[in-house]
């Protein structure tokens, strides 16, 4: 049985805190693939980054995506950079996939000065733009649905994610 729910979006979105939000409202399991993939290494993101690559890092994130789509049924937050690859997105069909969009300045904020965060480096802002250039037509691409943050409370997403998955 795929997830109830999976959730896109680029880092400061809130894919995390509103999984955790759904999880608790629908009572079900929440799983986030960043977490599997620290959890499987034993290593933060960023030393993954560091010290083995993003290409290393989007191999590991793949097979992640995989792993959780194929044994999970409850709540799933997927890594910013997990629908880039097109096996990834190839199995989100089918699945009511929710793309969380937030502009760039919700974004930034959110984010701060990206401590942590290995595509971040340099300045933040500009790379924030870059990467919401290139990646928001991918996450309406796999989309059922999408709900725009800018300016709510995880609670209020939360709130409309469950009217429109009644």
């Not at 079900?28 to 693939?33: A, E, G, M, N």
């Not at 290494?41 to 191999?59: C, N």
């Not at 990206?114 to 802002?125: F, I, K, Q, S, Y």
């Not at 924030?128 to 989309?143: F, G, M, W």
């Amino acid at each position: 049985m795929p997830p109830r729910v999976v959730l896109v979006g680029p880092m400061g979105a809130g894919k995390t805190t509103v999984a955790e939000l759904l999880g608790r409202a629908w009572d079900l399991p929440v799983r986030d693939t960043d977490a599997d993939i620290v959890a499987g290494t034993g290593r933060e993101i960023s030393d993954i980054f560091v010290e083995s690559g993003e290409d290393h890092f989007r191999d590991l994130e793949a097979d992640a995506v995989t792993t959780a789509l194929a044994e999970h049924d409850g709540v799933l937050a997927l890594g910013g950079g997990a629908v880039m690859r097109a096996e990834s997105r190839e199995l989100l069909t089918g699945v009511p996939v929710v793309f969380l969009r937030v502009g760039l300045s919700d974004a930034v904020k959110r984010v701060g000065l990206g401590a942590g965060r290995p595509l971040l480096l340099g300045n933040v802002r500009s790379r924030i733009k870059a990467l919401l250039d290139e990646r928001t037509p991918i996450y309406e691409s796999v989309a059922t649905h999408v709900v725009d943050t800018d300016g709510r409370t995880p609670d209020e997403v939360a709130a409309e994610i469950q009217e429109l998955l009644r």
